[in-house]
């Protein structure tokens, strides 16, 4: 790619700059003095290159992935890698060459295989993250001489996260770049595979699993085969191969010289890039507290979200002596401004070259880079950045502090001293660095004969996450005999200390000592007295941290032995068992399967075609509401917030404010001109708060500015005056204090429960409680609305990210005093939704409504991810308090049940949510006897909404764990009880409804065959047995989840078609595409009903002008409802136009509709449909509030570390049943995407609220508000084995094309990862003798697991009843 032959040529030939610059999609552009404060996001977005979206501003997500070319001169060679742009400083890539995703390809020019791949292979649903992974593979293709390997490919992606497919379509979507596609990647005249040759019958595409079918039951004349996508890329307009397309590097920037910098930014900022050290250090001199930049990881952060104004930076980036790499004698020298990327290919090099002895240190630097950030942060992070930053959780600097690396300083006059890292780390970010003085260069000595290094760490997720703890570990040993003494040691730590520190008197121990198991048990004796937390230190998880100390030198001492083992004889060796200790973490390539069957409607019904702006989404060609461009005169908004969790609004002082820099306007409550009441089923909440505020991120006023960044800027100047008032941060509180939501109470009943316990049949009875976790949406694209007036102020219209645009509508008529026929909410598709934009999107466009309306001006409010994170509520955290009969075979006879929701501070629609997971709790068993109380409890956290799933998981959850009680009660396997317990056809439910079409029984055998369930449990057992620190654990669980809004009159959907004279469609309907594909279903639909190609489709936006009164795109019903609703209006249209149809055949469909317009025949219908024959009522407690149910089951086999709670998913299989499926593809995509989002839900995710749990976080502030404190799965994260079936031939009568809804049902088969888990967990604590049941709380984070393994290693800081806290 590229002409890297001719660029080497050119490249001789320096020039003078005259002018700061920069390419662009290899368009120049000169970049002005005055821009010093922007990020390239921000400046590529300004110019109108939108593709490149914001998801975090953290560098966490990747979703603003860009690719920077520059020519290294030493090297003679264009260098190419992705960065993060919303951490790039714009200046910082001055002379280079930027490639965003619009350079990449277009559907007008034609795509690049790349985009062309990831499209075809369903890889994009929302399509918000997907320029960011297209860019990430993008600059490794262009990086690499040779085609990667598909590990490099996965690597290469760590840094890119994406919350709806689950990954596995764009891991298939890349691999065919792979090396074991070599002919693939080189050769384009071999791209034509031959047809079936090992082509993925899911993707269409040629594909390295291999494993995949596809059964093609109705055999329409066009299969899925003649369909296949072949891989090479060509223009649709000239038919050109993509490859001769690709941007070369720019000529100019070949012969150009980078040139010193001196410019300038908002608020006098001063930006220098010196090119000598000569000059770096009189600008130091000069500017003392100025900040050095090479990545900007750290300082951007700093700036972007600490706000912290530093007010000089210098770049640099492009100092040769900070940039120096040498391999010495006796080590190496790394100039302090070398990035990590850099640094991880020297040592990569050196390993192989150098005697394994040496570069015992340099493996253990690979190791933990490895795990370092993602690629696109090691790409320009730098060495000296993250030294001199001296986080208490920086990963390398333990590692220099246990290698006796030595730091070189060279202050302003040119002197340069030597000190060991050890001393260097003074405090919490405080090094030995005066300000005349910087950092230069690292001396890392080479390792001797018997000298060992060795990396720790442990975060929450594996991939691109900070440490909880790491540590750097060397031991120096000598043979004395038959004895290995330790002759030098060195252990450090991270995580648990304001700094890096060195575990000193355990070093003075090791010292002198014989490495047998009295010195390890010396060391973990006096390990303890080096690591000093105290109970409420930062971070919390205090007894983990502790733990861990002591895990990471266990696994030291036994990683040691086995290095000596290996070459020479060691007294006490190490027991089989104890090697799984040491075994370090490998991930194979993943392996995933998808097996469903075709069952064609017509034209296009049933066909996996691939979402149908696909194509847009992967050129980053479509457009999110933010991409909007502003309209003249238009003004950017930012919130003001509460920072109280309950007080009183003394006073405002807003002067503040409104003497900011480009500050246009402020409003609050007693501006709203409708009514301030806001709320989508009762009005308990204000638009901004008057007198009280009930939450932190309670929005008090709205502020408007000429930027985004002034907007926010002149909000973080209103001052408010609290009296502060008692808070309830907890469902147990609220419980106690008896706080509920008015009316929110609820009971369901069958049978008579206490007669049952009373009754000689109940031969057991258990009692417990269940906290189950809460969980961020984390959609990539964040709450965003733009709305403007027309006729100054007669109508008002907005483009919202929602998934109710009847409700933004209501909303925004509501507060502004309008009528709803004068305003309008338009949405084309959202950047993902999960329930989280169902009613809190409202209150965005509300609050941008009130100052549009009052200045007549356009305003956009985009929320920051932590603003959007601490603003607008989550899935709800659960408290169940149960009591279950049962009998010594474990049939359930009864169940009585409390259960909680914390629903924050409004109702919003936590009572429906709370119904849901009653309706849930009996998840597939019969009961007999059942009794539910519900309560949602009022709280001061922002209001929780709705969330896939909406209540379901939490009750379903809560019933696996009284399964999974008895279960262990009564000693036998939690599948046997399940199995016993099942409900079948006929069965009544606690609330009344009978079960009718029940595939439970098949879908449970058929993944019970599938993965071989009790040969794994026999090979589980056998592994357990010779791994004392691994253990693996499996689970099978089933699902039922109801289909229907539980509240009747929401069950209703419209949709408008017009037909036009060229025979195409469009359809308009009242459900929003958020990425589930369901415009894509619906055209299908129309397609298919009137016998035309897919193609003649389309659907353009959602608006409440033409489909009015719709509701929310939500409870996984719109595909039914909404392709129900367009088949109406096609059947109508086909009803008229069948009297000229029959008169004659028609060459086509075009010449149809032309003859019925010339007999004046109407070609637009509006389409209705309710959802028939259901309803519940609660004042009975019977009824029938669903239509269907959606069963499924999955099968999970984990292994855990029980040392550290790492773990990791080695199998998944999931079952599902979705009748005859409209959309297979689409469907498997949704089954996959809410099994990773489950398993973040019951694994990963951990929502830390400033509670009683939680005293170092302020009072009711959200701690894990950004991708960096709060981790959704990475790509890491998903099984290394990754099936998905669909159930075969069971067609669902209820629904349309007998398919069946899909989007919520699967989330709850990821709990089959968690009970996993906890089975693993069993394994472990049986070690210790610990057998009987113990809680395990959502997420099972590392912390929890590790916790619950009870050993030596815990029992010094903990009793084994400990329980870690959670947020609930
Ligand atoms: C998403 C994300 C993930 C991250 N993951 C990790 C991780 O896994 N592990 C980890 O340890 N860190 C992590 N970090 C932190 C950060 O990336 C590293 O600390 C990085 O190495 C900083 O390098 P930089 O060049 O970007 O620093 P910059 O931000 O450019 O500079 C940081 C600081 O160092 C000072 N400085 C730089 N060079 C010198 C010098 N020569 N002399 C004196 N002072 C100097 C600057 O003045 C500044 O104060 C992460 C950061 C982000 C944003
Ligand atoms: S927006 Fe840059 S990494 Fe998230
Ligand atoms: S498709 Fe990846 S976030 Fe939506």
Request: aromatic share 10%.
């Amino acid at each position: 790619m590229g002409s890297l032959k001719k660029e080497e040529e050119i490249g001789q030939i320096a020039e003078e700059p005259k002018e700061a610059i920069l390419y662009v999609n290899g368009v120049r552009k000169v970049l002005p003095d005055g821009f010093a404060h922007l990020t390239l996001l921000e400046y590529l977005r300004d110019v109108g290159l939108t593709g490149t979206k914001l998801g975090c501003g953290e560098g966490g997500c990747g979703a603003c992935t860009v690719m920077i070319s520059h020519y290294d001169r030493k090297m003679k060679k264009c260098m190419h890698y992705a960065v993060n742009a919303c951490l790039t400083p714009l200046y910082s890539v001055e002379g280079m060459h930027v490639i965003t995703v619009e350079g990449v390809g277009n559907h007008k020019r034609g795509l690049h295989p790349i985009q062309e791949s990831l499209a075809s292979s369903h890889g994009s649903q929302c399509g918000f993250c997907t320029p960011g992974f297209i860019m990430s593979l993008y600059a490794l293709l262009r990086s690499s001489e040779t085609p990667p390997t598909e590990e490099k490919i996965e690597e290469s992606l760590a840094g890119n996260l994406c919350r709806c497919t689950g990954y596995r379509p764009i891991v298939d979507a890349f691999r065919v770049f792979s090396k074991t596609n070599d002919a693939l990647y080189s050769d384009i005249s071999s791209l034509s595979l031959q047809e079936g040759e090992f082509i993925c019958p899911s993707t269409g595409k040629p594909c390295s699993c291999g494993s995949k079918t596809v059964h093609d039951v109705v055999t329409d004349d066009q299969s899925i085969c003649s369909t296949r996508y072949k891989p090479l890329s060509y223009s649709e307009v000239d038919g050109s191969t993509y490859t001769d397309k690709e941007l070369i590097f720019p000529p100019e920037l070949l012969r150009r010289k980078l040139s010193p910098l001196n410019l300038s930014g908002l608020g006098g900022l001063k930006w220098y890039r010196p090119l000598t050290i000569k000059d770096l250090l009189e600008l130091k001199e000069k500017y003392p507290t100025a900040k050095l930049l090479v990545g900007n990881t750290e300082v951007g952060v700093e700036m972007r979200l600490k706000r912290i104004p530093y007010q000089v930076l210098i770049s640099v980036a492009h100092v040769p002596e900070l940039n120096i790499l040498n391999v010495k004698d006796d080590g190496i020298e790394i100039g302090a401004a070398v990035r990590l990327t850099e640094l991880l290919n020297l040592f990569r090099e050196v390993v192989t070259q150098r005697p394994a002895y040496e570069t015992s240190a340099c493996k253990a630097f690979i190791e933990q880079l490895k795990w370092f950030a993602g690629t696109q942060i090691r790409n320009v992070a730098s060495v000296g950045g993250n030294v001199c930053t001296a986080s208490p959780i920086s990963d390398l600097n333990p590692l220099w502090m246990a290698t006796r690396a030595k730091f070189r300083v060279i202050n302003c006059n040119g002197n340069i001293r030597t000190t060991i890292a050890e001393n260097f780390f003074l405090g919490y970010r405080k090094v030995d660095l005066n300000s005349n003085e910087i950092l230069l260069s690292i001396f890392l000595p080479w390792t001797r004969p018997f000298e060992y290094v060795k990396e720790f760490k442990q975060a929450h997720r594996r991939d691109d996450d900070i440490a909880i703890v790491n540590a750097g570990m060397r031991v120096y040993l000598e043979e004395r005999g038959e004895e290995w003494v330790v002759s030098d040691a060195s252990v450090a730590f991270g995580g648990v200390a304001p700094l890096s520190l060195c575990a000193i008197k355990t070093n003075e121990f090791l010292i002198g000592k014989e490495w047998n198991q009295n010195v390890l048990q010396g060391a973990l004796n006096v390990l303890p007295t080096d690591i000093v937390l105290k109970e409420d230190a930062p971070g919390g998880m205090v007894e983990f941290r502790r733990s861990l100390t002591l895990s990471f030198f266990f696994k030291f001492f036994l990683w040691v032995s086995h290095q000596i083992e290996e070459n020479k004889s060691i007294k006490e060796s190490v027991p089989l068992s104890h090697l799984s200790a040491i075994n370090s973490f490998h991930r194979p390539t993943l392996v995933a399967s998808q097996d469903y069957e075709i069952r064609k409607h017509g034209t296009s019904v049933g066909s996996p075609e691939v979402h149908l702006s696909s194509r847009l989404q992967v050129t980053g060609e479509a457009e999110y509401t933010d991409d909007t461009p502003m309209p003249p005169n238009g003004l950017h908004a930012a919130l003001v917030l509460s920072k109280k969790p309950h007080a009183r609004i003394l006073s405002i002082d807003d002067l503040g404010a409104k003497s900011s820099p480009g500050f246009a306007g402020i409003f609050f409550a007693k501006d709203v001109p409708g009514s301030n009441k806001i709320g989508p089923v009762v009005l308990d909440e204000e638009l901004f708060a008057s007198e009280f505020v009930t939450c932190v991120g309670q929005v008090i006023g709205i502020v408007v500015a000429d930027t985004h960044e002034n907007a926010k800027l002149a909000a973080g100047k209103v001052h408010v005056e609290y009296e502060e008032l008692p808070a309830i941060l907890s469902i147990e509180e609220a419980v106690s204090a008896k706080s509920f939501h008015p009316n929110s109470q609820k009971f369901m009943r069958k049978g008579d429960v206490d007669l049952c316990f009373q009754s000689d049949q109940c031969e057991k009875i258990i009692e417990g409680k269940v906290e189950v976790g809460g969980q961020e949406h984390f959609y990539l694209e964040t709450q965003s609305s733009l709305v403007w007036t027309m006729d100054s102020g007669n109508e008002v219209h907005m483009i919202s990210s929602t998934q109710a645009p009847q409700k933004n509508q209501k909303y925004v008529s509501h507060v502004l005093g309008l009528p709803m026929s004068k305003v309008v909410c338009k949405t084309k598709r959202i950047g993902g939704g999960f329930g989280g934009k169902e009613t809190r999107s409202g209150f965005i466009a509300a609050a941008a409504a009130v100052p549009s309306y009052l200045m007549n001006r356009p305003v956009k409010l985009t929320l920051d991810r932590d603003i959007d994170m601490i603003t607008s509520g989550q899935r709800h955290s659960f408290l169940g308090k149960y009591k279950v009969g049962f009998t010594k075979k474990g049939k359930v006879l009864a169940l009585d049940l409390e259960i909680y929701n914390n629903a924050g501070n409004s109702l919003d629609l936590s009572l429906a949510v709370l119904e849901r997971a009653m309706f849930h709790s009996d998840n597939v068993y019969e009961i007999p006897n059942v009794r539910i109380f519900g309560s949602v409890c009022f709280t001061n956290f922002p209001s929780n909404t709705a969330f896939r799933g909406f209540g379901g998981p939490q009750g379903m959850l809560i019933a696996e764990n009284w399964i999974q009680r008895i279960a262990l009660e009564l000693k036998k396997s939690p599948e046997e009880i399940r199995e016993i317990n099942f409900q079948g056809e006929g069965s009544i439910l606690h609330y009344g409804q009978q079960l009718e079409h029940c595939t439970l029984a098949q879908v449970w055998n058929e993944l019970k065959v599938s993965c071989d369930f009790l040969k794994v449990r026999e090979e589980v057992d056998e592994f357990n047995l010779h791994n004392r620190w691994k253990k693996r654990g499996i689970a099978m669980i089933p699902t039922k989840f109801g289909i229907s809004f539980t509240t009747k009159f929401m069950n209703q959907a419209g949709a408008l078609v017009n037909v036009y004279t060229d025979g195409t469609v469009l359809v308009s309907h009242g459900g929003v595409e958020m990425g589930q594909g369901l415009h894509t279903k619906v055209a299908q639909v129309a397609a298919s009903a009137f016998n035309i190609p897919l193609s003649s489709v389309f659907i353009s936006e959602t608006s409440t002008d033409k489909v009015p009164n719709a509701s929310p795109t939500a409870a996984s019903a719109s595909s039914d409802m909404y392709a129900a609703a367009a088949l109406d209006a096609c059947e109508q249209i086909k009803a008229r136009m069948e009297p000229i149809a029959s008169q004659r055949n028609f060459g086509s469909f075009a010449e149809l509709v032309s003859a019925c317009y010339m007999e004046r025949i109407d070609l637009s219908a509006h389409g209705f449909y309710i959802t028939p024959d259901i309803g519940f009522d609660w004042s009975t407690g019977k009824g029938k509030p669903f239509s269907y149910y959606t069963y499924g089951a999955a099968f999970a086999e984990v292994e855990i570390d029980t040392l550290t709670g790492d773990f990791h998913t080695r199998t998944a299989n999931v079952f599902m049943d979705l009748g005859y499926s409209l959309n297979p593809a689409i469907d498997v995509g949704q089954v996959e995407g809410a099994f990773i989002q489950g398993l973040g839900w019951v694994a990963l995710e951990e929502l830390k609220w400033g509670d009683a749990s939680h005293k170092w976080i302020r009072p009711g502030c959200l701690y894990t508000c950004g991708p960096g404190s709060y981790k959704i799965p990475s790509l890491n994260d998903i099984p290394f084995k990754f099936n998905v079936s669909l159930l075969k031939g069971n067609p669902n009568v209820k629904a349309i094309h007998s398919s069946k809804a899909v989007g919520e049902p699967p989330f709850f088969m990821a709990s089959s990862v968690f009970f996993a888990i906890k089975d693993a967990i069993l394994a472990a604590r049986a070690e210790t003798g610990h057998t009987g049941w113990f809680p395990l709380d959502n997420p099972a984070t590392p912390e929890r697991i590790r916790m619950s393994c009870l050993d030596e290693f815990t029992a010094p800081f903990v009793s084994s009843d400990f329980h870690p806290k959670l947020s609930v």
